[in-house]
Structures are given as C-alpha cells and as structure tokens.
C-alpha cells in the first residue's frame, strides 16, 4: 500500500508560483495513476491534475495552461508546478493515487489513497 506526503505549499502572491511535491512509500508509484486534488474552505474537494503510468496528463479546466503536473518515478515523487497563481487557488492540495487511471473530473470517491494535504494561500 502506497502512502503520500506533499510538501512545499506556503504562502504566495497573486501572480505567483509554487511547486508542490509527494513523496510516495511503500510500493511504487509506477504501479499507480497519480493526480492533485484541492479543497478551498466550504467547498467540494475537485480534482485539478492527474498523470497516468504512460505520462498522459489531465488538467481541470480552471488550472489549463497555467498548472503542470509531471512524476519522477526513479524518485518515486510526483510534482504539481503552478504559476499564475490566483485567489481562488487558494486551498488544500491532496496527492491521490490509484491503480486505476483516472482524469482529473474524477469524483474523491474513485480514489484509493490519499496524502494529508498542504496548505497553498494565495494573497497579497
């Protein structure tokens, strides 16, 4: 079973960047599709990123163009490179993982595996 740790949300102005990390254990990440959800307060947690096994990626439609996710697998890490970075990203970033693919529409429910989350606060 596969656990998760992001790092690196922070603090950011509006226009920013910020790079999140997750560090898998436990088994490989190879073996699993990978993705990014985030949960703003009072909000629903959505899906913002995914990357399969091949390196197919999917985007939510609000972070197209400006967020990129990408995995390492020899260092068994998946990152999440935002820019741009707006008010409404402000939220709690979750590294998910599942042996399933999946894209990033995909509904919480679907997901096996979850980090703990990192905060990323957007505000000037």
């Known amino acids: 079973e596969v656990q998760l740790v992001e790092s690196g949300g922070g603090l950011v102005q509006p226009g920013g960047s910020l790079r999140l990390s997750c560090a898998a254990s436990g088994d490989t990440i190879s073996r699993y599709c990978m993705g990014w959800f985030r949960q703003a307060p009072g909000k629903e947690r959505e899906g913002v990123a995914s990357i399969d096994s091949d390196g197919r990626a999917s985007y939510a439609d609000s972070v197209k163009g400006r967020f990129t996710i990408s995995r390492d697998n020899a260092k068994n890490t998946l990152y999440l490179q935002m820019t741009s970075l707006k008010a409404e990203d402000d939220a709690t970033y979750f590294c998910?993982?599942?042996?399933?693919?999946?894209?990033?529409?995909?509904?919480?429910?679907?997901?096996?595996?979850w980090g703990q989350g990192t905060q990323v606060t957007v505000s000037s």
């Open positions: 998910v993982a599942d042996p399933a693919d999946f894209t990033a529409k995909v509904t919480p429910e679907w997901i096996n595996y």
